[in-house]
């Protein structure tokens, strides 16, 4: 059996001033328009994976909620480890960061590849030019590297725990400095790099990249979400980070698999800053998700906001995410089934209800930000049509039309704008 390793790097501010710099070439493409936060960004699909994303998920359960992370997850574990997580308070969540992704996974794939073990490249590089040739202008950063576990939940125990052994080490020990990276509040941004290789040493390689700058992405409430089937027997967990800075609670809960949508229930952490979750029965082939929710000002909000995730790992699936020019228009249920049509024509969007039971309260419009471009009252006693002209600032990309119902339901659909 191969032996498990771990190690941190905690540098703050040392990036190095006079590193070599990479030239590069950028290319625009037009499905630039079609990727929002939580898909893969044009010219790099495949990031991140499932192992990073379900990371992601984990690191950020860990920081809003540590207490009951350790309860949960730590404790029947890990005798004696009662008392870690004690001095680290919960902190805000990790948005995801295409430069920070790549600089992990290249860190990983390296490990992997060249059979090294080490915060420096194999080459030599230091991880202050590495980090700062994938994210020029990057200030605190700090990375955690593990190896020789197969599964992310099982990883970042391995970081929080600092190894196998038990009890851990107390916090702020100075022995517990993957805890402490992950409990830093002064970074705001993670990459996780995941990779594999069973001709080298450790087979599984790990890295986690940290980083204090300002996240682009730190208006959206639905910070990370995946699914894991660790948890529960036969069954398929979906989770999903929510934050929301103001405190106000979301008022729809919801993952969408394969057109259904499931009520999600907060499992860790406060209602406006916590850890949702459903377990379903695990199906035997690839399925189709998303998250969806409504915010506290009543706004939708989507993860990911363009394209689907899929079930790695369920019934033998090897794919993790489908971009939106890979997948039809969709709703949480299918519409027409809920007696519920709508056409485009040109730059008006006729809605028809079967009859006026069936008519929505009021139907809206968002972009892929979840940011609401038009809201639309029925008149449930007599219509059972309505036409929405689309506003001048709707450009060509994705939108969201959502219509609710009554007892708190809704329907969702994907309208896709070309010039």
Same mark, same amino acid.
């Given at each position: 059996?191969?032996?498990?390793?771990?190690?941190?790097?905690?540098?703050? @501010?040392?990036?190095?001033?006079?590193?070599?710099?990479?030239?590069?070439?950028?290319?625009?493409?037009?499905?630039?328009?079609?990727?929002?936060?939580?898909?893969?960004?044009?010219?790099?699909?495949?990031?991140?994976? !499932?192992?990073?994303?379900?990371?992601?998920?984990?690191?950020?359960?860990?920081?809003?909620?540590?207490?009951?992370?350790?309860?949960?997850?730590?404790?029947?574990?890990?005798?004696? &480890?009662?008392?870690?997580?004690?001095? $680290?308070?919960?902190?805000?969540?990790?948005?995801?960061?295409?430069?920070? @992704? +790549?600089?992990? +996974?290249?860190? *990983? /794939?390296?490990?992997?590849?060249?059979?090294?073990?080490?915060?420096?490249?194999?080459?030599?590089?230091?991880?202050?030019? +590495?980090?700062?040739?994938?994210?020029?202008? #990057?200030?605190?950063?700090?990375?955690?590297?593990?190896?020789?576990?197969?599964?992310?939940?099982?990883?970042?125990?391995?970081?929080?725990?600092?190894?196998?052994?038990?009890?851990?080490?107390?916090?702020?020990?100075?022995?517990?400095?993957?805890?402490?990276?992950?409990?830093?509040?002064?970074? %705001?941004?993670?990459?996780?790099? $995941?990779?594999?290789?069973?001709?080298?040493?450790?087979?599984?390689?790990?890295?986690?990249?940290?980083?204090?700058?300002? *996240?682009?992405?730190?208006?959206?409430?639905?910070?990370?979400?995946? %699914?894991?089937?660790?948890?529960?027997? @036969?069954?398929?967990?979906?989770?999903?980070?929510?934050? =929301?800075?103001?405190?106000?609670?979301?008022?729809?809960?919801?993952?969408?698999?394969?057109?259904?949508?499931?009520?999600?229930?907060?499992?860790?952490?406060?209602?406006?800053?916590?850890? !949702?979750?459903?377990?379903?029965?695990?199906?035997?082939?690839?399925?189709?998700?998303?998250?969806?929710?409504?915010?506290? @000002?009543?706004?939708?909000?989507?993860?990911?906001?363009?394209? /689907?995730?899929?079930?790695?790992?369920?019934?033998?699936?090897?794919? =993790?995410?489908?971009?939106?020019? &890979?997948?039809?228009?969709?709703?949480?249920?299918?519409?027409?089934?809920?007696?519920? *049509?709508? %056409?485009?024509?040109?730059?008006?969007?006729?809605?028809?209800?079967?009859?006026?039971?069936?008519?929505?309260?009021?139907?809206?419009?968002?972009? #892929?930000?979840? +940011?609401?471009?038009?809201?639309?009252?029925?008149?449930? =006693?007599? *219509?059972?049509?309505?036409?929405?002209?689309?506003?001048?600032?709707?450009?060509?990309?994705? $939108?969201?039309?959502? %219509?609710?119902?009554?007892?708190?339901?809704?329907?969702?659909?994907? #309208?896709?704008?070309?010039?």
């Amino acid at each position: 059996m191969k032996k498990q390793y771990y190690h941190e790097l905690n540098l703050l @501010n040392l990036f190095e001033k006079k590193m070599k710099r990479t030239p590069y070439f950028c290319l625009i493409f037009p499905i630039l328009l079609f990727a929002g936060y939580g898909d893969f960004s044009p010219g790099y699909s495949g990031y991140p994976n !499932y192992q990073e994303r379900i990371t992601h998920v984990w690191t950020n359960l860990c920081r809003t909620s540590p207490a009951a992370f350790r309860d949960t997850l730590i404790v029947p574990v890990c005798t004696g &480890s009662q008392s870690i997580l004690t001095a $680290y308070p919960a902190v805000d969540p990790l948005y995801w960061n295409l430069n920070l @992704n +790549r600089a992990s +996974r290249f860190h *990983s /794939v390296d490990m992997a590849i060249n059979n090294c073990w080490g915060h420096n490249s194999c080459d030599g590089t230091t991880p202050a030019t +590495r980090l700062g040739t994938f994210y020029p202008g #990057i200030s605190w950063w700090g990375e955690n590297i593990a190896a020789g576990n197969s599964a992310s939940l099982a990883t970042l125990r391995q970081w929080i725990i600092e190894g196998t052994t038990c009890p851990p080490p107390a916090d702020g020990s100075g022995s517990d400095g993957h805890r402490a990276n992950i409990m830093n509040s002064n970074y %705001h941004e993670l990459g996780v790099g $995941y990779a594999y290789n069973s001709a080298a040493m450790y087979d599984h390689y790990w890295t986690q990249d940290f980083a204090g700058n300002a *996240s682009a992405y730190a208006d959206r409430c639905l910070v990370s979400g995946s %699914h894991d089937f660790s948890l529960a027997t @036969n069954k398929a967990s979906f989770l999903l980070n929510y934050f =929301d800075g103001t405190g106000k609670a979301p008022s729809v809960k919801s993952v969408v698999v394969g057109g259904v949508s499931n009520a999600m229930t907060l499992w860790m952490g406060a209602p406006s800053r916590g850890t !949702y979750r459903v377990d379903l029965a695990k199906g035997s082939a690839c399925r189709n998700y998303y998250f969806a929710f409504v915010d506290g @000002n009543s706004t939708a909000c989507r993860y990911p906001e363009a394209g /689907v995730l899929v079930t790695f790992g369920e019934g033998g699936c090897t794919n =993790d995410y489908l971009p939106p020019e &890979s997948t039809s228009v969709e709703g949480v249920l299918p519409l027409a089934d809920e007696g519920i *049509s709508q %056409h485009l024509f040109g730059r008006n969007l006729l809605i028809r209800a079967s009859d006026p039971n069936v008519s929505p309260l009021f139907t809206e419009i968002t972009d #892929i930000r979840g +940011r609401r471009l038009v809201r639309k009252k029925w008149n449930r =006693d007599r *219509s059972t049509e309505i036409t929405i002209s689309l506003p001048k600032e709707m450009a060509a990309g994705i $939108y969201f039309v959502r %219509h609710f119902l009554n007892q708190g339901k809704f329907r969702t659909a994907r #309208i896709i704008l070309v010039d």
